[in-house]
């Protein structure tokens, strides 16, 4: 009988820039303030990628590099890495591709995956699939977004919400009962306009109209997604627990997208699960779009124990949505 395989979560790394943009500076720039905020996000800072040579392959690379150092594993050992970013460096040229050369992964083959906020999930699964399959043994798979770069910092609606970071993970085989278990993911195009960077693309390429018009930055119908994402993170996770004999008191980590701070808090009570359940970070980072889940999983690793129940859940443009079960497995030394 053939041996099936899981795929499991061995090594982490992750990388935010030095400069910070707190809600003080942004007060300066538009019309809001700090306990406006805080009150309706609760984020107090993010961070910005304020150079520009550097682009989110950097930011990639930087929680690679930051992976390979903590794991001790050979570069030459890793043989694909799968970027998830909305804000790729070019249209034509993979960002995987980039961070391959740049993190000095020889043996590896890239490619990007783009949902969006719900993209390092989707990623996830494509990259434990390979490994699962046995036709790979090491996959690394990046969260990352330089979204200082489509945001525009005179809307007031949409530059409070965003920052730029990246988060790495190696996934490797293992006969054990950890690693990725279940996930149910959904999409549906019609909330496309509701959360969308309209030009830049092949509908509407960049011209100096779109320019003009904006058209080349985040817009979003806020009220409209804050309802979808509570609704699609809790159903998707309450379908996971079913279908897994899970029950609240079962789940020892819910690791959401971190969107907003009051839809963080409206899944977690939806799902009955005690605030100390859930991972946050939102506060210092703000919405790093494919970056905030693995970007809490490299900041809270040391919570967390072999065989804990784990929920990965997120939202995202598309829209896009859903929910990983990940039983935590051992992490290299």
Known sequence: MRKRYNA???????????????????????????????????????????????????????????????????PAEIECVIVATATPDYIMVST?????????????????????CSGFLYALTLGASLVESNRYKNVIVVGADANSSIVNYSDRNTCILFGDGAGAVLLERTEEEVGLIDNVFRTDGVGKEHLIVTAGGSLHPSSPETLEKKLNYISQNGRVVFKAAIEGMTQT??????????????VNWLIPHQA???IIKAVGEKL????????????????????????????????????????????GAGFSWGATY?????LRK
Request: glycine share 6%; charged share 25%; aromatic share 6%.
């Open 96 to 116: 995987a591709s980039i961070v391959c050369e740049k993190a000095g992964l020889k043996n590896a083959w890239g490619v990007d995956s783009n949902a969006a």
């Open 237 to 250: 996770c309450t379908e996971i627990m079913e279908r897994n004999d899970m029950v609240a008191k079962d």
């Open 260 to 262: 907003n701070l009051r």
């Open 272 to 315: 009955g699960l005690n605030e100390s359940q859930v991972k946050v970070n939102i506060q210092r980072y703000g919405n790093t779009t494919a970056a905030t889940i693995p970007l809490c999983l490299w900041e809270f690793k040391n919570d967390f124990k072999e065989n804990d129940n784990m929920l990965l859940t997120a939202f």
């Open 8 to 74: 499991a979560i061995t090594a982490l790394g992750g990388y935010v820039p030095d400069t910070i943009l707190t809600n003080q500076d942004l007060e300066k720039m538009v019309d809001t303030n700090n306990e406006w905020i805080i009150s309706r996000t609760g984020i107090q800072e993010r961070r910005i990628l304020n150079d520009d040579s550097l682009a989110t392959s950097d930011l990639a690379t930087m929680a690679v590099k930051s992976l390979l150092k903590d794991s001790s594993i050979d």
């Open 326 to 330: 990940l039983k935590w497995g051992k």
